[in-house]
T-cell receptor
Framework: AQKVTQAQTEISVVEKEDVTLDCVYETRDTTYYLFWYKQPPSGELVFLIRRNSFDEQNEISGRYSWNFQKSTSSFNFTITASQVVDSAVYFCALTGIFSGNQFYFGTGTSLTVIP | DTEVTQTPKHLVMGMTNKKSLKCEQHMGHRAMYWYKQKAKKPPELMFVYSYEKLSINESVPSRFSPECPNSSLLNLHLHALQPEDSALYLC??????????????FGPGTRLTVL
């Protein structure tokens, strides 16, 4: 069974603070992919990153960084020096080799960055 | 062209109306999806088209009728909807059906209100 848990429903931070969004997953697949998407108030889901189950290297892209730890089944997302434009709902998602390309989404974390 | 477009952006309809949602992509993707998203919830998969054929129907009521006229277009025909069908309807596409590593590209969605 595939399951993604985002325990943080809502987070508020003041601009320029760092914030980490947690994602914990469950899967029986040995080959799987994890994704993060951003959904601003406009509604469109914007793809941020993909990580496969064999690549545990952390990744940094500008102010965004991702920490994948297979041992704890976590794929956390950190925004450094947050900005008001980062305010959005963030979804973590999982696909597995036996589920084809079906996405299993977490429930999302709503991030508000206060100016 | 790396985007998915959806029309209309907003739609208000009565329970006896017939309307259609449209989705278009020109990325050469061979998998297309319809999702339904209620407020503060993750997207829920409705239908998957693989190579223009319906491959997955997640037990969606027959008042929703999908159609894939060609590899770039996806329609969702609506008839006799209920107020609880009010939601954001998202279209997505991905490169290869059944491929676990392909990210899905989402359109901006149609906000549907059923009166």
């Amino acid at each position: 069974a595939q399951k993604v848990t985002q325990a943080q429903t809502e987070i508020s931070v003041v601009e320029k603070e760092d914030v980490t969004l947690d994602c914990v997953y469950e899967t029986r697949d040995t080959t799987y992919y994890l994704f993060w998407y951003k959904q601003p108030p406009s509604g469109e889901l914007v793809f941020l990153i993909r990580r496969n189950s064999f690549d545990e290297q952390n990744e940094i892209s500008g102010r965004y960084s991702w920490n994948f730890q297979k041992s704890t089944s976590s794929f956390n997302f950190t925004i450094t020096a947050s900005q008001v434009v980062d305010s959005a709902v963030y979804f973590c998602a999982l696909t597995g080799i036996f589920s084809g390309n079906q996405f299993y989404f977490g429930t999302g974390t709503s991030l508000t960055v206060i100016p | 062209d790396t985007e998915v477009t959806q029309t209309p952006k907003h739609l208000v309809m009565g329970m006896t109306n017939k309307k259609s949602l449209k989705c278009e992509q020109h990325m050469g993707h061979r998998a297309m999806y319809w999702y339904k998203q209620k407020a503060k919830k993750p997207p829920e998969l409705m239908f998957v088209y693989s190579y223009e054929k319906l491959s997955i129907n997640e037990s969606v009521p027959s008042r929703f009728s999908p159609e894939c006229p060609n590899s770039s277009l996806l329609n969702l025909h609506l008839h006799a909807l209920q107020p609880e069908d009010s939601a954001l309807y998202l279209c997505a596409s991905s490169q290869e059906p059944g491929s676990v590593y392909n990210e899905q590209f989402f359109g901006p969605g149609t906000r549907l209100t059923v009166l």
